[in-house]
């Protein structure tokens, strides 16, 4: 599994005892769960980006959604163009924290079949992303 490293860091650092910290990308766009799915791919077509972290009302990081999802959800024979972002997150989670290790992340993402997992702090603010290299 290869991650995203979006600044360079010291050569001597290895794989061993690496922390989500030393890789994660920064939080990026940041949405409410009451943005229509409509509305947040044309955010995530603007920021160039394949995910939206989503927020409750009390700005706390409530999961990730990424294109794939939104696109599918658009193309079901239930959409309408009133669908929120809440209405299609599913299950919540999972989350790392900064001290995670790089291995224990990689089992979260295996384990959930996903490509990016939040990094959020102890108060559930969302402060970046753990991506898959593309």
Do not use: K, W
């Not at 079901?76 to 224990?104: C, H, K």
Request: net charge negative.
């Amino acid at each position: 599994m290869t991650l995203v490293q979006m600044q360079p860091r010291p050569t001597e650092a290895t794989a061993v005892g690496r922390t989500v910290a030393d890789a994660m990308e920064t939080a990026g766009p940041q949405v409410y769960d009451d943005m229509t799915v409509e509305v947040a791919l044309s955010v995530m077509a603007s920021a160039r980006t394949g995910h939206l972290l989503v927020c409750d009302t009390g700005s706390l990081c409530i999961g990730l959604v990424n294109h794939a999802r939104l696109a599918a959800v658009r193309a079901s024979a239930a959409y309408s163009d009133r669908v929120q972002l809440r209405d299609v997150l599913g299950d919540r989670g999972p989350f790392a924290s900064p001290a995670t290790t790089m291995a224990e992340a990689g089992h979260m993402m295996r384990h959930r079949d996903i490509d990016a997992l939040p990094v959020v702090d102890e108060h559930g603010s969302a402060l970046g992303v753990l991506a898959l290299a593309r």
